[in-house]
Nanobody, 118 residues
């Protein structure tokens, strides 16, 4: 059973930066896929960025060039550096993990609020 603990959300002005972290525990193996989703009030949860253990990355189109996802496989930790933040980035950000071959379940963090003021 994988547990995900997120940190780094908060309130920032438009144009500012935040860095989210998500540390996974409960497994001795490298987690294959880790990433971030976000959900604004009244909207669906969308993929923001994802990175695999071999560092293949995908991004939501609207965050390309502003957000950077990275990971430390030795710690099963994923990071999301968010620059040039906009009010429309305001949402609850959820860490997601799918371990892969040994455990195909999806795991979610508790969510961290990111609020960007104009």
């Amino acid at each position: 059973q994988v547990q995900l603990v997120e940190s780094g959300g908060g309130l920032v002005q438009s144009g500012g930066s935040l860095r989210l972290s998500c540390a996974a525990s409960g497994t001795a193996y490298i987690i294959y896929s880790m990433g971030w989703y976000r959900q604004a009030p009244g909207k669906q949860r969308d993929l923001v960025a994802n990175v695999t253990s071999d560092h293949r990355k995908v991004y939501l189109e609207s965050v390309k060039g502003r957000f950077t996802i990275s990971r430390d496989n030795t710690k099963n930790t994923v990071y999301l550096q968010m620059n040039s933040l906009k009010p429309e980035d305001t949402a609850v950000y959820y860490c997601h993990a799918n371990p892969g071959w040994y455990d195909s379940r999806d795991y979610w963090g508790q969510g961290t609020q990111v609020t960007v003021s104009s």
